[in-house]
């Protein structure tokens, strides 16, 4: 729907930016200009970066990425803007649901950057998860991955504020398309235009052919994709989702069923899956605080164009 607007490029899921962050001390000081050939090589040749699918000439983005500002983020918007480019457009985005977790990252490399959280339910995304090709954890982690995309986005929303953090209900979107996509233009600071409400006709162009998990996208904006958790969910795991996930569901518009209590064992597993998820995050986190010392602060590292 983004990429339809005519001054906005949104790619396919990529795998570079994180990838290059929690790598970044590999390649140096990006002042040297080997570094950032280095560097540009490095995310135009790896495999799973999936820089292939952003259909663009490898050595040409190489040679923009090196040509670049010394900083990793002007590195990495280097790519996007290139992807702009290709469809002559003057703003890029990229999306990717696991940058909820990295919000701080995403701000230390794009100190500019606005931030588009789109809610669904959180039972929907749960159904939609377990029947993805590509996902293999289990219910439970789906679960908690929810639960924590809801909080960490309800933290970002405070830390950032309402120019940099815009919420956006799935289930508002797909019924009003036209009233949900205005609201985004005016937090992006432009005009809504009714090309949005088209996404078929630019999805062929943009998503590669092998991600047929796409394909809704290839239709009409259908507002029954909606509610499908019924028929996708086992009775145990609706009553696990409405036992641990209620007080959110319910603060972001959706009503809970009112069925049983999910059962002592079903909760203690859910427990011990939260809990290492959690644990992951604050190593994650704690490492990350450690490798910064020393780096440029935020302030110091000029914003690249988005």
């Not at 590195?75 to 002559?88: D, H, K, L």
């Not at 998860?129 to 991955?145: G, N, V």
């Not at 996930?245 to 597993?269: F, I, K, Q, T």
């Amino acid at each position: 729907m983004v990429h339809a607007h005519p001054r906005f490029a949104i790619p396919p899921e990529t795998r570079f930016v994180l990838d290059a962050y929690q790598r970044r001390r590999e390649f140096g000081d990006l002042r040297v200009a080997a570094n950032r050939h280095r560097l540009a090589a490095w995310i135009v040749r790896t495999e799973r970066h999936r820089f292939a699918d952003l259909g663009l000439d490898p050595d040409r983005t190489a040679a923009a990425i090196a040509a670049a500002p010394p900083t990793l983020g002007s590195a990495i918007g280097t790519v996007f803007r290139c992807y702009a480019e290709r469809f002559g457009k003057p703003r890029w985005g990229d999306k990717r649901p696991g940058y909820y977790q990295h919000v701080d990252v995403i701000t230390r490399l794009f100190p500019g950057a606005q931030f588009v959280h789109v809610v669904r339910d959180g039972r929907d995304c749960v159904g939609s998860l377990k029947h993805q090709p590509w996902y293999r954890p289990d219910s439970y982690a789906a679960i908690a991955t929810w639960a924590e995309a809801v909080d960490y986005g309800d933290a970002a929303a405070d830390r950032l504020g309402p120019g940099s953090y815009h919420r956006l209900r799935f289930e508002s979107l797909i019924e009003h398309p036209e009233r949900e996509l205005a609201a985004l233009c005016a937090f992006l600071g432009e005009e809504y235009d009714p090309a949005m409400c088209e996404p078929a006709a630019v999805a062929r162009v943009v998503l590669p052919a092998r991600k047929t998990w796409h394909d809704r996208t290839l239709g009409p904006v259908d507002p029954a994709a909606q509610g499908t958790w019924r028929a996708r969910l086992d009775p145990w795991e609706i009553e696990l989702c409405e036992t641990v996930l209620a007080g959110r569901l319910r603060a972001n518009g959706y009503e809970v069923s009112g069925g049983r209590r999910a059962s002592p064992s079903r909760l203690a597993r859910y427990a011990a899956t939260a809990s290492a998820r959690r644990l992951a995050h604050r190593k994650r986190r704690m490492t990350d605080t450690v490798r910064r010392l020393g780096e440029p602060s935020p302030a110091e590292v000029p914003a690249p164009p988005h």
